[in-house]
Nanobody
Framework: QVQLVESGGGLVQPGGSLRLSCAAS????????MRWYRQAPGKEREFVAF????????NYAESVKGRFTISRDNAKNTVYLQMNTLKPDDTAVYYC?????????WGQGTQVTVSS
């Protein structure tokens, strides 16, 4: 069955870095568009970053542009989110989403907490 499993979250101090991973299985990852979203307590889930199947195009939410980088390794069926210069406002559960043709798949999320 389809699975998206996020990992790499944790507690980090402001200004620190984390690298999230999302391992996919059960669908043709190399043909899928991939996105990261996040949801902070009491807030709506929001878009963070996007990458095409061939990595030829990416885009980012304004709030993370210049600090976060999305990438993927189709040989490993994995998408990454490198997060630098983290701020307390980045605290949220981070989710990856795969879009394969007209079907979307979500992971279970990984918690990122930015606090001193």
């Amino acid at each position: 069955q389809v699975q998206l499993v996020e990992s790499g979250g944790g507690l980090v101090q402001p200004g620190g870095s984390l690298r999230l991973s999302c391992a996919a299985s059960g669908f043709t990852f190399s043909n899928a568009l991939m996105r990261w979203y996040r949801q902070a307590p009491g807030k709506e889930r929001e878009f963070v970053a996007f990458i095409t199947s061939t990595s030829d195009r990416t885009n980012y939410a304004e709030s993370v542009k210049g600090r976060f980088t999305i990438s993927r390794d189709n040989a490993k069926n994995t998408v990454y989110l490198q997060m630098n210069t983290l701020k307390p406002d980045d605290t949220a559960v981070y989710y990856c989403k795969g879009q394969y043709f007209y079907t979307e798949y979500w992971g279970q999320g990984t918690q990122v907490t930015v606090s001193s």
